[in-house]
């Protein structure tokens, strides 16, 4: 199996809502904001490659929507999912299955593209197989009034009317996926049922962390984004994740820390904190 970061394009998100109540004074030691009390974000995703299974993890927000949206986050063009497949030696029409971690516009915007008339909306992977799972999926097609802008139909009823959608079910908090070729847990506190996948490579376990733990920033347990419809929840699920990814040393990929692409944690007198930081290119020969 060999992974690699497929970059899909920076932007900017608001540092008091991705900390919740956290104090800037504290937040921004890690992740500074511009004037706009803005800070950056990455949107990494993952592809893994295992024999003739091609998967990419989460599709970035993709190119579809207008300059008017795309100005709010202040999109960075510079990467995109074409250009970053391409530098892999892969195209679109490689994919063979796209796993979503949860259908937010910033994970799944890029699944979903015009055709060339620009008259209707088709899959970006027109020979993959898409997956998420019933319970979030119906959460998505439902949406809560503070979930709703994040949950664009546009980006997801596509998908099912290709027939292209798979969905996955969660029989225990965690369990390894053969069908997928890694392990999943499912986490509920940003999101209902949001999907982390565990991948075993060479020995080690690497963790796509998804919104569970967007930045380094983030590893204090405070340290919780505003947009989690559950905080508390969170709060629970990152303690016992954290304590395992220690104790246990797993690689975090993190898909929104522009500065930081994989980290492991460990145990200290205040709880769990950074220990070391890797990039793919010294982890891997790709």
């Known amino acids: 199996m060999n992974i690699y970061p497929v970059e899909a394009g920076n932007f900017k998100l ?25 800070i950056d974000m990455a949107a990494r995703c993952l592809l893994i490659e295992n024999g003739d299974r091609l998967t990419l993890l989460d599709t970035g927000m993709g190119n579809k929507q207008s300059e008017k949206f795309f100005g709010y986050y202040y999109m960075d063009h510079k990467y995109d999912l074409d250009s970053s497949l391409n530098k892999l030696g892969f195209s679109r029409d490689d994919i063979t299955d796209v796993f979503l971690t949860h259908l937010h516009f910033d994970h799944s915007g890029g699944a979903i593209v015009y055709n060339k008339e620009k008259k209707i909306y088709e899959p970006a ?3 993959a197989k898409f997956h998420t799972n019933h319970n979030h999926w119906k959460w998505a097609t439902e949406p809560n009034e503070r979930e ?10 596509p998908i099912k009317e290709s027939g292209q959608l798979h969905f996955i079910d969660q029989t225990s908090e965690f369990q390894e996926r053969e069908e997928m070729d890694f392990g999943i847990l499912f986490v509920d506190g940003h999101t209902e049922k949001m999907m982390i996948p565990h991948l075993e490579v060479d020995g080690k376990t690497f963790v796509y962390m998804a919104d569970l733990l967007p930045t380094a920033g ?4 405070p340290y919780v984004m505003g947009y989690d419809t559950r905080p508390l929840l969170t709060l629970d699920e990152k303690a016992k994740f954290l304590d395992r990814a220690a104790t246990h040393n797993y690689y975090l990929i993190l898909e929104h820390d522009p500065f930081h692409e994989i980290i492991t944690v460990k145990h200290t007198d205040k709880g769990v ?3 070391k930081v890797f990039t793919f290119k010294e982890l891997f020969d790709n």
């Open 218 to 221: 983030h590893i204090p347990l």
């Open 125 to 127: 992977f027109a020979k």
């Open 14 to 38: 608001d540092g008091g809502a991705m900390f919740g109540v956290v104090p800037k004074s504290l937040w921004s030691r890690t992740n500074p904001a511009d004037s706009n009390n803005m």
């Open 148 to 157: 709703k802008a994040s949950f664009l139909k546009e980006n997801i009823l």
């Open 273 to 275: 904190r950074l220990d």
